[in-house]
C-alpha cells in the first residue's frame, strides 16, 4: 500500500506561485508513474501534469503546459509541482497520484487518470483575481 499526503496549497494573488509536495510512504518510489490532477467545483477531474519513473518524461495538460513544472526527488520519495503564473482558473483541489509501477511506452497513460492506483486527499489552491 502507498500512501501520498500532499502539502504546500493555500490562497495566492493571479499571477503568484506557489509549489505543492507530495510524499509518498513505501520503497519503491521510485518505479511508479506519478501524476497531478485537480478538480474544481461543480467540474471533472483533470489532468494537470505527470511524470515517469525516472524523471525523464513530463507531460502537461494544455491548460497548464508553460506555467507548471512537475519533479521529482527519488532520493526523498517526493513529486512537485512548481506553479507559476497562477490564475483564477487554477483554483480546485489539488491531488497527486501514483501508479503500481507498470511499464509503458504509450503516452496517453500517463494523462488518464485510470492508470493511477493511490491517490492522496488533495491540497487546495485558491487564486484570487
Known amino acids: 500500500q502507498v500512501q501520498l499526503v500532499e502539502s504546500g496549497g493555500g490562497l495566492v494573488q493571479a499571477g503568484g506561485s506557489l509549489r505543492l509536495s507530495c510524499a509518498a510512504s513505501g520503497r519503491t518510489f521510485s518505479s511508479k508513474t506519478m501524476g497531478w490532477f485537480r478538480q474544481a467545483p461543480g467540474k471533472e477531474r483533470e489532468f494537470v501534469a505527470a511524470?515517469?519513473?525516472?524523471?525523464?518524461?513530463?507531460y502537461y495538460g494544455d491548460s497548464v503546459r508553460g506555467r507548471f513544472t512537475i519533479s521529482r526527488d527519488n532520493a526523498k520519495n517526493t513529486v512537485y509541482l512548481q506553479m507559476n503564473s497562477l490564475k483564477f482558473e487554477d483554483t480546485a483541489v489539488y491531488y497527486c497520484a501514483a501508479d503500481r509501477g507498470r511499464i509503458t511506452s504509450s503516452a496517453t497513460y500517463y494523462y488518464a487518470d485510470g492508470s493511477y492506483d493511490y491517490w492522496g486527499q488533495g491540497t487546495q489552491v485558491t487564486v484570487s483575481s
Open positions: 511524470i515517469s519513473w525516472s524523471g525523464g518524461r513530463t
